[in-house]
């Protein structure tokens, strides 16, 4: 027999808000996918994205040596595109929240399961999601838009801070 006490409230709550910040968290990043391919198309770049991983290269490439300043507007849409991508963060705190939840309302074996599971996908991506978020800010600190690069024959900027 199942008793109610305080983790089935909290359980609903949690899982409420859960799905809440995943409504919010999806129309942000729709919202921020669409700003992105509209900058990408005002800028003529129609090839494909390289995903985090090989933006977050890039960037780190050129803020360690310099960049070409043909490539500066593409460095900065990724750096854009890499900085935006922290509203992921919740969609995924929602999904999180939301098997936690789950799990506290019902408590069982598979539940708790799932919601390890999830906790073990997701809790990298919000590192990881962070981690590129901060290399773009600084990316984009050393490049501002409208600023020019420096010695534009050599693209260089000088030391790396």
Known sequence: MHEKGIADPAGFVLTLLGISLVFLGSVVVLLSVDRQTRKRQAAALVSKVPNDLGQRRALLAALGSGTAPERLTEL????????????????????????????????????????????????????????????????????????????????????VA
Do not use: H, K
């Not at 991506?125 to 290399?135: D, G, H, P, Q, T």
């Not at 773009?136 to 000088?158: K, N, Q, S, V």
């Open 76 to 159: 900065r849409l990724y750096a854009t595109a890499l900085r935006s991508r922290r509203w992921m963060v919740l969609l995924q705190t929602g999904v999180l929240m939301g098997s936690w939840g789950s799990f506290l309302q019902t408590p069982s074996g598979g539940q708790v399961s799932v919601a390890g599971l999830v906790t073990v996908i997701y809790l990298p991506l919000l590192v990881f999601s962070e981690r590129n978020a901060r290399v773009a800010d600084t990316f984009l600190r050393r490049y501002p838009e409208g600023e020019p690069m420096g010695d534009e024959a050599t693209g260089d900027r000088g030391p």
